[in-house]
């Protein structure tokens, strides 16, 4: 069973940084799938940060947080983390990783096949 927990969120004044934290349990050879980061600003819909590829050998990221995050992994922890850089208050939205690209565009969440909870950053 296949289980991923995102931590490492909080509240942070503007120009801020966190580290998020997905952890992956129940399927080690995941990291050697993909694995994204997402979040769901207030009324908005679920958006595509970054996404480590096969084996963590390379990344795309959004335009919108590119130079900003960085999406990187600890294969030996089974951890993937998203370091969070100059956080704005437009930033604000619960985070949440997924893992297994099933194909497609990549910053579509339907495209994945496991979920985390997600993880809430406020920005203010």
């Known amino acids: 069973h296949v289980q991923l927990v995102e931590s490492g969120g909080g509240s942070v004044q503007a120009g801020g940084s966190l580290r998020l934290s997905c952890e992956i349990s129940g399927y080690t050879t995941t990291l050697r799938r993909s694995v994204g980061w997402f979040r769901q600003r207030p009324g908005k819909d679920r958006e595509g940060l970054a996404v480590l590829w096969i084996g963590g050998a390379t990344t795309t990221y959004a335009d919108s947080v590119k130079g900003r995050f960085i999406i990187t992994c600890d294969k030996a922890k089974d951890l993937v983390y998203l370091q969070m850089n100059g956080l704005q208050p437009e930033d604000t939205a619960m985070y949440s990783c997924?893992?297994?690209?099933?194909?497609?565009?990549?910053?579509?969440?339907?495209?994945?096949?496991?979920w985390g909870q997600g993880t809430q950053v406020t920005v203010s």
């Open positions: 997924a893992a297994v690209f099933l194909g497609g565009s990549w910053y579509d969440g339907r495209r994945y096949k496991y």
